[in-house]
């Protein structure tokens, strides 16, 4: 081993890998007289700082999946819900059928019902007898 | 740091899903980082950080790992990177973008690093980050690349010898 080409290729070795006593005493010997090889060395380990001093970047935070809508939370205003109940409940009242309304006031009696339904019977007929007449 | 890895994919294998989180927060920074300075493109490098674990946990089936779980992803990772490149647009990982160094809180030696990496071939600034960088040893290098590990101590003299050059003649 007599050039500075191959020192210089142990020293690089030297830096990833222990040399043996013997090469790391010949490289030793041969660094306190040669100049290049030094600067080569005093390179190779600026190299070595530079990279190390990289930091170890970050990743960008993951992306939530969107909840499906059936679990999305919805703001609605108070007097919006509240006005929406008020219609339902309305439609609701003016669109019960005879049934329901049975249904609802069960503690009328029926026979009550049947008169009250005869009423509006009478009454239909003769407004169609007078139209009929008109 | 090797055996807590064996321990977490074997804990992974049995059926215990806590055992990749963890491996995912102790790889992920450092596999991102190799990405980003190797390609220079931090969304692809992300990308290529999240295709690697699903391919390792695709691993889990038969336990298909023969190296180090680290190893493992280094080389899916690097593989991908160089696949992603060769498939998009046929960009070459020869220029890297301006801005991916730029978190480093010193501006003079980002340039520099810059300067370093921009008159590497993608082949040698892979090998100098996962030996200066990652802190991989010759043997794991070479056993990653699959190539002698004399052919790593080669690679790694020319790398130092042609910087030290380039400095010269920035002098």
Known sequence: ?134 | MEIVDLQDWQDFCHGDNSAMERLYDRHSPALFSFCLYLCGDRTKSEDIVQDSFMSLIAQREGNKISRSVRSWLFVTARNLVYNLSRRVSHQSLDSLSEDHLATNSNPDINLIIDRIFSSLPPDERELLLLREHQGFSVSDIAEMLDITKENVRIRLYRIRKRIQEKERTLK
């Open chain 1, 1 to 134: 081993m007599n050039s500075c080409e191959e020192f210089q290729k142990l020293i690089s070795v030297c830096l990833d890998e222990p040399l043996t006593t013997e090469q790391q005493n010949k490289l030793d010997e041969h660094l306190t007289r040669c100049v290049d090889c030094r600067t080569f060395q005093e390179s190779a380990l600026n190299l070595r700082g530079l990279i190390r001093s990289l930091p170890f970047q970050s990743m960008a935070p993951p992306l939530r999946r969107p909840s499906p809508w059936w679990r999305r939370k919805i703001a609605l205003p108070f007097p919006a819900v509240a006005a929406g109940i008020l219609l339902l409940a309305i439609s609701w009242l003016t669109h019960l059928s005879p049934t329901q309304f049975e249904r609802v006031d069960s503690n009328i009696e029926p026979f009550i019902i049947i008169e009250q339904i005869d009423i509006i019977k009478l009454e239909s007929v003769s407004a169609v007898k007078l139209t009929n007449e008109n």
